[in-house]
């Protein structure tokens, strides 16, 4: 017994107790006082702890507070080691059902601050393939996954988000004021579903839903990409629906639920 103490390091004990505690954190993360109170040391020694862990990926920061929540690199650890959150092996089968009943392309993007970062990918049936790239962060206001994690939260929690990537245009539909953006997403919290109408590519239409963790935490988002056409409002509905469920199937597999929105 006395060997293994001898060999522990106490700094690395310590981080590895704050990361257990922010995977656990509610849904609008922990502040630096709770994190000392439940940690047990001083102030100074969490906050240098946290910034290396952040640096790292493994925590991330919002502000007002600021409160710490769990960062993409925790997130991407979780899903490879098949843990707590192995989001792209639990979504596949759910994908594929999506597939077949859509003819689209399917998409799964994990959170990391309000930018989707998609993990993983089922292409459409038939020879169109869409050349999107696994692993990388993507602006949110130019997708339906990433309007679809930023309506999840507070609306200055948006403004902050946008402060920092800005609003760069990719086509003629792109939301370039703030204020188009939070007409989408009033719109999404209202029916549960967004919609990238050619807004990141020029005939590219694609329908996201967000989907949750135990704690209510938007984790990521599901989504649907295929070729612009003419499509009713019935038929974007019935798309709508058909990726809100999927979506739902997925908080199921993960054992999460749904944040009702204030």
């Known amino acids: ?29 922990l502040t630096l006082s709770d994190l000392t109170k439940e940690l047990g040391v001083s102030k100074s020694t969490v906050f240098a702890l946290l910034q290396t862990l952040m640096d790292a990926g493994y925590v ?8 710490y929540l769990p960062g993409i690199s925790l997130v991407r650890l ?23 009943a859509t003819g689209l392309t399917i998409r799964v993007s994990i959170n990391d601050g309000g930018h989707p970062v998609f993990v993983s990918r089922v292409d459409a049936p038939g020879n169109i393939r869409f050349l999107t790239l696994l ?10 996954a990433g309007k ?4 999840q939260m507070t609306d200055l929690e948006i403004a902050q988000v946008i402060e920092q990537t800005g609003l760069p245009k990719r086509t003629k539909n792109t939301r370039t004021q703030l204020s188009q953006l939070m007409n989408d997403i009033r719109r999404i919290r209202a029916i549960g579903f ?7 590519c020029d005939g590219i239409y694609c329908v ?17 990409t295929g070729i612009k056409r003419d499509l009713s409002v019935r038929a974007v509905e019935q798309l709508g629906r058909q990726v809100v469920d999927a979506a739902a199937e997925i908080t ?9 929105q204030a």
């Open 60 to 67: 991330r920061q919002t502000k007002p507070g600021p409160r």
């Open 148 to 151: 679809a994690m930023l309506a």
């Open 194 to 200: 967004a919609i990238d109408d050619e807004e990141d």
């Open 135 to 144: 692993g990388a962060k993507e602006l949110p206001h130019v997708s339906s």
């Open 208 to 224: 996201g839903a967000a989907f949750f963790d135990h704690n209510g935490r938007c984790v990521g988002a599901i989504s649907a």
């Open 78 to 100: 979780g899903d490879l080691a098949g843990g707590h959150l192995p989001v792209g092996e639990v979504a596949q089968p759910i994908m594929h059902r999506l597939s077949r």
């Open 1 to 29: 017994m006395a060997t293994k103490e001898r060999y522990k390091v106490g700094s690395v004990v310590r981080a590895l107790h704050l990361v257990d505690l922010i995977a656990a954190a509610p849904q609008n993360g």
């Open 252 to 260: 199921n597999a993960l054992g999460g639920k749904v944040r009702k």
